[in-house]
């Protein structure tokens, strides 16, 4: 969507309306028409009453999660451990009771809750998609299990808000579970191409984040021209489902050409394409190597963003990645696995 013309007629029109910044924080001079029609799409987007624009995911997540102290006395945070570092972050300067549970593992999540005083006010953490394995969290089941701790639940769909879906509401959406999201976190950086992050839930905890998150009240707000163009992105993806569609074959198509390949492809069914290089010198090579001789831009990604051993070539080909960049790619990759003499699976028959 960064590309796309109807974003950046919006954000042209908005500069020319209004000029370039927005003047100020949000409760003095810098809320315009426009933050205030993002918020209600957002709003909307997530079947939630209300929305609230930060400058970035980063910031909505640890403005938000720190502020939880104030509304929540006594409130006991469940994080996964593979949990974003906005995220982490934001639970650390909360400062209260923290548990920290095996990533998407419900039995360990289940243990801490029922560890815990029945009556104490509790909030689990988590994401719908994982980017470094491309997994799912197990949504259904962590909702099943606040319902029965009477726990808030606070999901980080940033990287599926505008890619998954019918609306592109992200996964709860597609799994029609977006009514058992307390806490919705998204970015307006990766699919909807522009920056900006924010929150979504029940009217009353979007205004007492508004009224106690330091980093929305004393911060500059977005650019109305940002706004404008994150407006356009968000309303576009609300109704094409078909470049929805396209970005998931294209995942699909490339992982498959990877498996014939005999290349390890992590494949958990989403957008995200890893590939398991397996050691940090030759990922960097590779990465290096796509980069010069093909002119292909892959991003390695070494510990310890990932651990040790798994060290990765990861993926995410977009809808405007066509048959020729495939076959370009799926080419050099098999001339780079030779060349640096790594493993390949058994093909399958
Ligand atoms: N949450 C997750 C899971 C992310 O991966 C990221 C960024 O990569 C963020 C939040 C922060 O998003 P933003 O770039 O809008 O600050």
Known sequence: MGQHPAVLAAMHG?????????????????TTVYHKELEAELADLHGAESALLFTSAYNANDGTLSTLRILFPGLIIYSDALNHASMIEGVRRYGGEKRIFRHNDVAHLRELLAADDPAAPKLIAFESVYSMDGDFGPIAQ???LADEFGALTYLDEVHAVGMYGKRGGGVSERDNLQHRIDIFNGTLGKAFGVHGGYVAGSAKMMDAVRSY?????FSTSLPPAVVAGALAAVRHLKQDEDIRALHQERASVLKTRLKMLGLPVIDHGSHIVPVIVGDPKHTKMMSDMLLEQYGIYVQPINFPTVPRGTERLRFTPSPVHGPKEMDALVRALDALWSHCALNRAELAG
């Open 14 to 30: 908005a500069i020319d309306a209004v000029g370039a910044g927005s003047g100020g924080t949000r409760n003095i001079s810098g």
């Open 142 to 144: 962590i909702c099943d």
């Open 213 to 217: 998150a330091p980093g929305f009240i």
